[in-house]
Each structure stands twice: as structure tokens, then as C-alpha cells.
């Protein structure tokens, strides 16, 4: 027991330290080019693929040193994730304080837990702040990415408005996030519902829901923002079909930022102590995750247990809800909701566990020969992780990486938020923010060699995969029992990583 607190008190303090670190790090331009450095890498072009998060953020260190560079976005706007993911209910699951660059903080979040609306607004500010909406070309796809070893220079393939071209860059950077490509899952019969079908990621705008018998298919993070949604839009009734049961945590610092809290953020010591708290917070969590049979994993499982048990009236539903027995406290990603539970109770709600058999043209037909008749059917089904279609010599197997970050196999690829990445436990932001400082230093290095082409040794790669490996072993995400999107398909090399790991 003590020794547990005593690594909490060590986890608490070592995270403050490295959010001084990183904070002023980007404060003080860590990373600093020669005006012979800056003149050589002015003649690369350089292109980002995505307008997320992670494109955006490349795109403001890029302006900033006054980088050749050009955005393209399949879609109509900027915002990525933020912008696709409209559902009712849709919302981060990390504390607004931490879901946000550190080089461009936002005092004045309405709530600690903000949904993709503010979060989508937020990151427009940004844009026009930032000056990058001249170097965004949107509605334009990537259809096709070679390397060309003859000039040293990526081949790519661009599409817009129906017409291609082909254009060449020094330098690729593949910022297209985690979750880029709806995951549809083919039902039998699914032609014949007369119904809407619609994925929680390509969400209609204007759709009513009032009055209507909705089904939602899946139980993680999407189905547990979009249900308790779909009941507070109107909703007549709203079936959930789980094929197995998640842990899901109650929004433990979820609360409306009062305006008193508001204007205190604007003061820098506040500010940095407030950020601090929910960064140590979140980070001091992955302990429970990087060893399986901690204390923290089970007293994690427990308090889930609690917040199920207390929150879900009815004992039947309870039991359903129950996360199977040997799995481990986040071995899938943990839901972090207050509201689904409570959605239990709702008489509108009900569950079905039953393996779906075929759609009907008026609902679902479940293997026990049940009809469910419905209006709407919602796949709350995820996305394909990691997908890059584009990148037609990897279609088959998971890219392999240096520090989740450079290409093994082609010379001048990066990845933001690539495999080896993926956060179990705290802000996706703060993993971009470390990528790119390590980034903008593999450029100054190649910048003062003057080298075309930047490629990892082998060597190296081994040995920052083994390291990882190890550390990795002994994680929630290893065990035979963990079946998720944190691990790849064919190799079950896995995509988690901690923030404090790479910065």
C-alpha cells in the first residue's frame, strides 16, 4: 500500500516537472535554426496531409520558421475528428485544460468537459490565429503517395473536384489522426431496412430523432455519448445492442467552469498550476494501465464496479452492463461517462445483448428469431485505427515506426499520432506537441547535414522497439484476454504509448 501511494506521490510530481519542461519549451523555442539552416530547409517542400489536431499544429511551427508547406483536407472544413464527429452528445473524454495546445490556451471553456461544437470553434480560432487558412486546400484527397528514389522527392497523387494531378514534396507528413475511417461492419439483409443507416462519424446535420425508435449498435465511446443524446433530443425509444460490456468511470472532475474560475486562468501561475493538476491527474493513471495485476488496475475495476452498481437501478441490466470476468480494467478504452448509466434508468432504454442475425426492412432481427422494429439504426462502431490507403505498400500489414513518428521503410515520412502512439489514459495533444519538438530537431540535424533524405537505422529502430516492447509487457494491453483497437491485426504489435514516455 505505501509503496503504491509513494509511486502516485512520484508519478504527481515528475508529471509537474515535465509539464514545467514542456510548457516552457515551446515558451522559450527550444528549437532554434541557423539562418544557413533556415535557407536550406525554405527550399523543401513540405506536405501535410490532414487539417486535425495534429496537421494544424505541424502547419503553426511550420509558418512560424516560414516553411514551403501545403495542407490538403478531403473535407469541406478544418477541424478533423472535431469536425466529423457531430452526434448527439459527442464530447471529449479529457479535461478541456489538457485537450488544448499549450502555445494557444483557452481560459474561457464553459465546462471542464467539452463537446466537439466548442472543441471544433476552438480549433477555427486557432486557424485564422495562426494564419493557416491560405495554405489549406480543401476537398482534396490523397489517392496515392511513392517515394521517388531517383530525385529524392514524394510522388503524390491529389484529387479535387473530380481531377488529379501530381505533385512533389521533400518531405510527407501523414497527419490524418487515429480515427479517419469509419469502421461499417456488414449486416446480412442490410439493404432491404427502409430506414436510415447512419455511422456516428458521418452524423447528418439536422437530423431529428423526435418521436422516433432509434437503435444503436455498439457499446464503447460513441455509443456512450449517443445514447443518453439520442434521449435528450427526443427520442421515443433507443435500443442498444452490446456485444460485450465496457468499463466505464464517472466524469470525476466534470463540472461548469464558473466565470470567477474563468477569469483566474488568464493569471500564468494559476493557469500553469490548474493545467498541471489534471495533467498529474491523468498521467498518474497509466500505472493502473502499464502493469495488469497493480493495485491501481483493481482498485480502478472496483470503482467502476461502484459507479455501476450505484448509478443502475434495475439488477438485470446491472449484471448485463458487468464487464466479463479475467478481463482487466482498461483493456479496451475506458468509457468516461456519467450520463450513459444514468440513460439506463430512463424507461425509453432498454438493451439487447442478442447476436444480430439480419436487418428486416423495419428493424433488426436477433439470433433468438426477436424482431426489433426501429426508425434509425446508429453504428456506434469506431473507426479502422491507423489507415492509410494511400500508402498502397502498407495496405496489408501496420506501418512500423521510429519513436511512433518516422518510417522504417520510406526516407522523409512522418506520422503524427502513428502506431506506438495511442494514449489510454490523457490528452492525444500533449503526445503531438512532444512528436513535433522531436521533429523539428531530426530537421535542424538534417538541415546541418544537408540531407535529402532522413531514415532511421535499423538498429535503432530494434532498439527502441524492444525497450518498448518491454515495458510494455507487462500492461493491460499484452494479456491474451485484450482484444481491442489498441492492438494491430496482424501481428499484435500495439499502438499504446504514455505521454510521459516521449516527452
Known amino acids: 500500500m505505501f509503496t503504491t501511494v509513494a509511486i502516485w506521490l512520484c508519478c504527481f510530481y515528475l508529471s509537474l516537472c515535465l509539464i514545467s519542461f514542456t510548457f516552457n519549451l515551446w515558451l522559450k523555442n527550444s528549437v532554434v535554426f541557423t539562418k544557413e539552416q533556415s535557407r536550406y530547409l525554405k527550399e523543401q517542400k513540405f506536405l501535410i496531409i490532414g487539417a486535425g489536431i495534429s496537421g494544424l499544429a505541424v502547419g503553426y511551427f511550420f509558418k512560424k520558421f516560414n516553411f514551403n508547406f501545403v495542407i490538403v483536407e478531403r473535407a469541406q472544413e478544418i477541424g478533423g475528428t472535431w469536425y466529423l464527429n457531430r452526434y448527439p452528445g459527442a464530447a471529449v473524454d479529457v479535461p478541456s485544460f489538457l485537450y488544448q495546445y499549450s502555445f494557444f490556451p483557452k481560459t474561457d471553456w464553459p465546462q471542464s468537459f467539452n463537446t466537439s461544437t466548442e472543441l471544433y470553434r476552438y480549433l477555427k480560432k486557432f486557424a485564422k490565429w495562426a494564419e493557416l487558412e491560405d495554405n489549406i486546400r480543401f476537398k482534396t484527397s490523397v489517392d496515392d503517395c511513392e517515394w521517388d528514389d531517383e530525385q529524392k522527392l514524394w510522388k503524390v497523387r491529389l484529387s479535387q473536384n473530380q481531377k488529379s494531378s501530381d505533385e512533389y514534396f521533400n518531405w510527407t507528413f501523414v497527419c490524418t489522426g487515429s480515427f479517419n475511417e469509419p469502421n461499417k461492419p456488414k449486416f446480412e439483409n442490410q439493404k432491404a431496412f427502409t430506414g436510415q443507416i447512419i455511422h456516428t462519424g458521418e452524423w447528418p446535420e439536422n437530423l431529428s430523432v423526435v418521436g422516433k425508435r432509434v437503435a444503436v449498435i455498439g457499446s464503447g465511446s460513441s455509443a456512450a455519448q449517443t445514447v443518453p443524446g439520442l434521449l435528450d433530443s427526443g427520442a421515443r425509444e433507443v435500443v442498444q445492442f452490446q456485444r460485450t460490456a465496457s468499463f466505464i468511470i464517472p466524469r470525476l472532475l466534470g463540472f461548469k467552469i464558473p466565470r470567477i474560475f474563468q477569469l483566474l486562468m488568464k493569471i500564468y501561475p494559476f493557469a500553469f498550476i490548474t493545467r498541471g493538476f489534471f495533467w498529474a491527474f491523468q498521467e498518474s493513471l497509466f500505472i493502473g494501465f502499464e502493469y495488469h495485476n497493480s493495485f491501481l488496475n483493481k482498485l480502478l ?96 500489414k501496420s506501418p512500423k515506426t521510429y519513436n511512433g513518428t518516422f518510417d522504417t521503410q ?94
Open 301 to 396: 475495476a472496483k470503482f467502476a464496479h461502484w459507479h455501476r452498481t450505484s448509478t443502475v437501478k434495475d439488477s438485470v441490466l446491472r449484471e448485463k452492463l458487468k464487464p466479463e470476468e479475467g478481463v482487466r480494467f482498461g483493456c479496451k478504452r475506458v468509457i468516461v461517462s456519467t450520463a450513459i448509466y444514468e440513460a439506463a434508468n430512463d424507461p425509453r432504454y432498454s438493451l439487447n445483448c442478442s447476436k444480430i442475425s439480419e436487418f428486416t426492412s423495419s428493424g433488426i432481427l436477433t439470433e433468438d428469431n426477436k424482431e426489433i422494429p426501429v426508425d434509425i439504426i446508429v453504428l456506434a462502431t469506431g473507426f479502422r485505427v491507423h489507415f492509410y490507403p494511400f500508402l498502397k505498400w502498407q495496405m496489408s
Open 410 to 503: 520510406k526516407p522523409n515520412l512522418v506520422y503524427l499520432l502513428g502506431p506506438m502512439t495511442l494514449l489510454g489514459n490523457s490528452s492525444v495533444i500533449i503526445m503531438i506537441e512532444s512528436q513535433i519538438e522531436f521533429i523539428l530537431r531530426m530537421l535542424k540535424q538534417t538541415s546541418k547535414l544537408k540531407s535529402r533524405v532522413c531514415l532511421p537505422k535499423e538498429t535503432s529502430v530494434q532498439r527502441w522497439i524492444s525497450n518498448w516492447e518491454k515495458r510494455i509487457d507487462k500492461s493491460v494491453w499484452t494479456r491474451k484476454y485484450c482484444s481491442s483497437w489498441y492492438q494491430t491485426g496482424d501481428s499484435g504489435v500495439l499502438k499504446v504509448e504514455s505521454a510521459i514516455c516521449l516527452i
